[in-house]
């Protein structure tokens, strides 16, 4: 797609600054008509009442006999791997304002948007449903939602795929010294990711330990380094553990029972040497920090200090308040890497109460106070006020155009 993010007629930053000047949904729907890459899903309500969603963008039409469809480089050669024409915008997923309001709200979280019969191929590089399924669960654990509780499922930091795997882990033996203490912490623990819980640390050493032993041994490790990382292919381990055909064909030539102890006799052994010898005290936000890393100076150790920002978190790849890890980093591999660099909560009945947090600050001066002012507000969960028209102000200047 990178080329044809290029052609002449991608108005994309036409759409962005039309975008600025909508004053409901239908104004902003009508920006984005124009908008070509990369793709995005575009929610969007108004103090009108009025929703609507649509992912915008344009999207390529493939022959069907295309077996390829666009997740390898294909023979240019072949007349089949040629581009047919561009999917028409009304074709895209989208959700009418009365689809919405019949179910009462609309959710994306990087899962796949469309129903299993949908007629075209968009990509297959979804990412698994456990973020959405987890808003779906709270957003209709109440019949109606305020400030408060938004913010609060904004934060939420229950791992579905975490508690899916945790009754593999809390029943594996080990033969490590230090097993019984551990095995304690994780008896009590729900897969709830908390910044201070020595289980899931534990829990994301373990499903990386194992991710690489069984993992590994089927596509060699020169393999697992190029593919590991961003993708994490914590579905598939899913299968292997609960599926008896599956796990018997990638934890060979041992038993899926028998990988998950090594992995837990090298997590604890790991644990030790990084965290100390008492599993009481390990934490996940010692490994899980949220890292701003500075371009360029951030890759310089003297001035990273400076201007980089860190925090520790809490959350992992599959909880609401995202906290994507990189296990592939030599240096820092359960690094919150990919978070919520802002998060907003808007009051459409009265858009002066509405609040927000930045990950870091707004100031991009690294001696500046707000350079890194809301790194612990955030982390934390709390927000500040976004308004229009504040009650007060430190500075004011007024631009005035000339004549």
């Given at each position: 797609?990178?080329?044809?993010?290029?052609?002449?007629?991608?108005?994309?930053?036409?759409?962005?600054?039309?975008?600025?000047?909508?004053?409901?949904?239908?104004?902003?729907?009508?920006?984005?008509?124009?908008?070509?890459?990369?793709?995005?899903?575009?929610?969007?309500?108004?103090?009108?009442?009025?929703?609507?969603?649509?992912?915008?963008?344009?999207?390529?039409?493939?022959?069907?006999?295309?077996?390829?469809?666009?997740?390898?480089?294909?023979?240019?050669?072949?007349?089949?791997?040629?581009?047919?024409?561009?999917?028409?915008?009304?074709?895209?997923?989208?959700?009418?304002?009365?689809?919405?309001?019949?179910?009462?709200?609309?959710?994306?979280?990087?899962?796949?948007?469309?129903?299993?019969?949908?007629?075209?191929?968009?990509?297959?590089?979804?990412?698994?449903?456990?973020?959405?399924?987890?808003?779906?669960?709270?957003?209709?654990?109440?019949?109606?939602?305020?400030?408060?509780?938004?913010?609060?499922?904004?934060?939420?930091?229950?791992?579905?795929?975490?508690?899916?795997?945790?009754?593999?882990?809390?029943?594996?033996?080990?033969?490590?010294?230090?097993?019984?203490?551990?095995?304690?912490?994780?008896?009590d623990f729900d897969g709830t990711m908390k910044?201070?819980?020595?289980?899931?640390?534990?829990?994301?050493?373990?499903?990386?330990?194992?991710?690489?032993?069984?993992?590994?041994?089927?596509?060699?490790?020169?393999?697992?380094?190029?593919?590991?990382?961003?993708?994490?292919?914590?579905q598939g381990l899913l299968r292997m553990l609960?599926?008896?055909?599956?796990?018997?064909?990638?934890?060979?030539?041992?038993?899926?029972?028998?990988?998950?102890?090594?992995?837990?006799?090298?997590?604890?052994?790991?644990?030790?040497?990084?965290?100390?010898?008492?599993?009481?005290?390990?934490?996940?936000?010692?490994?899980?920090?949220?890292?701003?890393?500075?371009?360029?100076?951030?890759?310089?150790?003297?001035?990273?200090?400076?201007?980089?920002?860190?925090?520790?978190?809490?959350?992992?790849?599959?909880?609401?308040?995202?906290?994507?890890?990189?296990?592939?980093?030599?240096?820092?591999?359960?690094?919150?890497?990919?978070?919520?660099?802002?998060?907003?909560?808007?009051?459409?009945?009265?858009?002066?109460?509405?609040?927000?947090?930045?990950?870091?600050?707004?100031?991009?001066?690294?001696?500046?106070?707000?350079?890194?002012?809301?790194?612990?507000?955030?982390?934390?969960?709390?927000?500040?006020?976004?308004?229009?028209?504040?009650?007060?102000?430190?500075?004011?200047?007024?631009?005035?155009?000339?004549?």
């Amino acid at each position: 797609m990178l080329f044809r993010s290029l052609d002449a007629d991608n108005m994309t930053v036409r759409a962005g600054l039309q975008a600025n000047f909508a004053q409901n949904v239908d104004e902003l729907l009508h920006a984005f008509e124009g908008y070509h890459s990369p793709m995005q899903n575009l929610v969007a309500a108004d103090t009108r009442g009025r929703t609507a969603y649509r992912a915008i963008g344009r999207v390529p039409l493939r022959h069907p006999d295309n077996d390829l469809r666009g997740v390898a480089p294909a023979p240019g050669w072949h007349a089949r791997y040629d581009w047919v024409g561009w999917l028409p915008a009304s074709q895209l997923p989208q959700r009418s304002d009365e689809d919405i309001r019949a179910r009462g709200w609309h959710a994306t979280a990087n899962q796949r948007i469309h129903a299993g019969d949908y007629p075209h191929w968009l990509t297959a590089d979804w990412t698994g449903p456990e973020r959405f399924d987890r808003i779906d669960l709270l957003l209709q654990s109440r019949p109606a939602h305020d400030m408060g509780s938004m913010q609060a499922l904004q934060s939420d930091v229950m791992s579905l795929m975490s508690a899916r795997l945790l009754p593999v882990l809390q029943a594996t033996p080990s033969r490590h010294a230090l097993a019984p203490q551990v095995m304690t912490i994780l008896k009590d623990f729900d897969g709830t990711m908390k910044v201070d819980s020595a289980a899931a640390l534990v829990m994301a050493v373990w499903a990386d330990a194992l991710t690489r032993a069984v993992v590994g041994a089927r596509i060699g490790e020169e393999r697992l380094k190029a593919l590991y990382g961003k993708r994490h292919f914590r579905q598939g381990l899913l299968r292997m553990l609960f599926e008896p055909a599956v796990g018997a064909f990638w934890c060979a030539p041992r038993t899926c029972a028998e990988r998950s102890t090594e992995a837990l006799d090298r997590t604890i052994e790991r644990l030790v040497a990084a965290y100390g010898n008492d599993p009481s005290h390990w934490q996940w936000g010692q490994a899980h920090p949220a890292l701003s890393s500075h371009k360029p100076f951030g890759n310089v150790p003297l001035l990273a200090q400076w201007f980089d920002v860190r925090v520790p978190t809490p959350g992992d790849s599959w909880t609401v308040n995202v906290g994507q890890y990189w296990s592939n980093d030599t240096r820092m591999p359960f690094a919150n890497r990919h978070a919520a660099s802002l998060r907003a909560v808007y009051d459409l009945s009265d858009l002066e109460r509405s609040q927000f947090i930045y990950q870091t600050g707004q100031s991009g001066l690294v001696w500046s106070p707000r350079y890194r002012d809301m790194r612990d507000e955030w982390a934390q969960g709390r927000y500040r006020p976004l308004q229009l028209q504040p009650g007060r102000w430190a500075h004011e200047l007024v631009l005035s155009p000339a004549r």
